[in-house]
Nanobody
Framework: QLQLVESGGGLVQPGGSLRLSCAAS????????IGWFRRAPGKEREGVSC????????NYADSVKGRFTISRDNAKNTVYLQMNSLKSEDTAVYYC?????????????????????WGQGTQVTVSS
């Protein structure tokens, strides 16, 4: 069974940090494009960060650039999202998703509909 499981969410004060994990089972993450997305209350799901399968290059939404870092541990079949300098506007449910590479770059514009597998999400709340 192909599955993604996120963990690491929680309540943190503004300026704090969290590290989210996305663990895969049933398939090998390094062969997939892995994206982190989030959905804030009343808003559409948006792409946050992405790591490509070949070479592992990354991309970030402008809103998180310089604060968030995506990485992959192939031995653990896990992708991480390190989130620093968190702001109240980062409050959302965070999801990881996987997609097989295609002819176009899935790390640009974060096309939600083209990601094949999704985790259940983990809540991140930034509040004092």
């Amino acid at each position: 069974q192909l599955q993604l499981v996120e963990s690491g969410g929680g309540l943190v004060q503004p300026g704090g940090s969290l590290r989210l994990s996305c663990a895969a089972s049933g398939f090998t993450l390094e062969y997939y494009v892995i994206g982190w997305f989030r959905r804030a209350p009343g808003k559409e799901r948006e792409g946050v960060s992405c790591i490509r399968s070949s070479g592992g290059s990354t991309n970030y939404a402008d809103s998180v650039k310089g604060r968030f870092t995506i990485s992959r541990d192939n031995a653990k079949n896990t992708v991480y999202l390190q989130m620093n300098s968190l702001k109240s506007e980062d409050t959302a449910v965070y999801y990881c998703a996987a997609a097989l590479p295609r002819g176009h770059d899935l790390c640009v514009l974060f096309p939600v509909a083209e990601y094949d597998f999704w985790g259940q999400g983990t809540q991140v709340t930034v509040s004092s």
